[in-house]
């Protein structure tokens, strides 16, 4: 017999594929295949990214429906990530859904991806709005307004890179291979980060900006490399996590500031570099500074995953807020 509600989320906008069950708002299976193909090229390949979508997103349902102990009839809809993403990337997902919905006859709901991430947060807390969430990932950082679970209001964002790039940009400079921010965040846990200082930028309001630290890092090693050739090799714990921290810095600089001028109920982190322990410790200290209740998604649920999809597909469901099978992925960001 069916649940009252089970939702397979589906998620392929950039280098994993995921698949994942939530049955009546609870997740019970959440399964995510990384891609190591890009790993060679140090970042990722579109074109690559489609094609291994391709191949293990079967694969990947499967065995979320084998971990859940259903199969496909028991499903009530299926939710996907629509945008914003890699066009290839998001078409297999999108279009994988689209013959779901179509051949078991259930709806088909349209997840965007940014606020999936800050619905990560609803899988495992009870959230008091208005909730202010700092979103930091490999393709965006934002300030978010959120009012109620899927109500949200865009209020600082950055005017270039976003802070995850600066992450593997480092990382790539300092020759650690690709993704970058787990691997600086390792090694700083060994460094101190105040042996060197990196600038931040001074624009309005709530606006990030990451393109001026992440060559002010380039040319800090060309500057160190040419009196000794083995500058960064020896110091490596300590340039991470002298750059972790400045990132960190500038982050939580601009949440204190809109904490203190919005005044929200509580505050949120979600996205993939929210995995970074230092920004965690530092939004909990805030958090408790401000005394504000402050949420961070489980590890599972900080990068890229389904089960955030389907949790975001879940409250859009209750909204019966569907799409139809022409509709199309979007690559771009949308408020
Ligand atoms: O949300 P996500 O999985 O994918 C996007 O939607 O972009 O975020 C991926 C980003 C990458 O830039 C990766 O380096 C970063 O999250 N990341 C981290 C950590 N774990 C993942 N950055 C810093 N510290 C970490 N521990
Ligand atoms: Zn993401």
């Keep these: 017999m069916k649940q009252a509600s089970t939702i397979l989320g589906i998620e392929s906008s950039c280098d994993d594929t995921a698949a994942a069950v939530l049955q009546n708002g609870k997740i019970v299976s959440n399964i995510t295949s990384t891609q190591k193909v890009h790993e060679i090229y140090g970042g990722v390949v579109p074109e690559l990214a489609s094609r291994a979508h391709q191949s293990s997103i079967i694969p990947v349902i499967d065995v979320a429906l084998k971990n859940a102990n259903i ?28 013959a779901l919905s179509m051949s078991l006859n259930i709806p088909l709901i349209g997840v965007n991806h940014l606020q999936a991430h800050v619905a990560a947060l609803y899988i495992e807390h009870q959230v008091q709005f208005p909730m202010l969430c700092l979103l930091v990932s490999g393709g965006h950082t934002q300030l ?6 899927m109500e949200m209001e865009i209020i600082g964002s950055t005017i270039d890179d976003a802070v995850g790039e600066a992450f593997d940009k480092a990382g790539k400079l300092l020759g650690l291979g690709y993704p970058g921010g787990p691997q600086i ?36 090693l060309r500057d160190n490399s040419k009196e000794n050739p ?15 921290n400045a990132l960190v ?36 200290e805030i958090g408790k500074t401000h005394e504000k209740e402050c949420y961070i998604p489980d590890f599972q649920y900080c990068t890229d995953n389904a089960g955030m999809i389907a949790k975001a597909g879940s409250y859009l469901l209750e909204k019966n807020q569907f799409i139809d099978i022409s509709t199309l992925p979007f690559s771009k960001s949308k408020a």
């Design 71 to 98: 199969s496909l009839p028991d499903l009530t809809a299926v939710a996907v990530t629509q945008g914003p993403g890699l066009m290839g990337s998001l078409m297999v997902g999108l279009n994988t859904a689209k």
């Design 230 to 244: 083995d500058f960064a090799k020896n110091n490596l714990e300590n340039i991470c996590a002298s750059y972790e």
């Design 249 to 284: 810095n500038m982050l939580t600089k601009r949440v204190k500031k809109a904490l203190k001028n919005l005044n929200p109920k509580s505050i949120g982190l979600v996205g993939g570099v929210s995995a970074n322990s230092v920004l965690r410790n530092a939004m909990v």
């Design 144 to 149: 978010i307004w959120v009012k109620d679970h």
């Design 185 to 220: 965040s390792k090694l700083a846990q060994s460094g101190d980060p105040n042996t060197y200082k990196f600038p931040d930028s001074s624009l309005p309001e709530y606006q990030f900006s990451f393109s001026g630290i992440k060559t002010s890092l380039l040319y800090f």
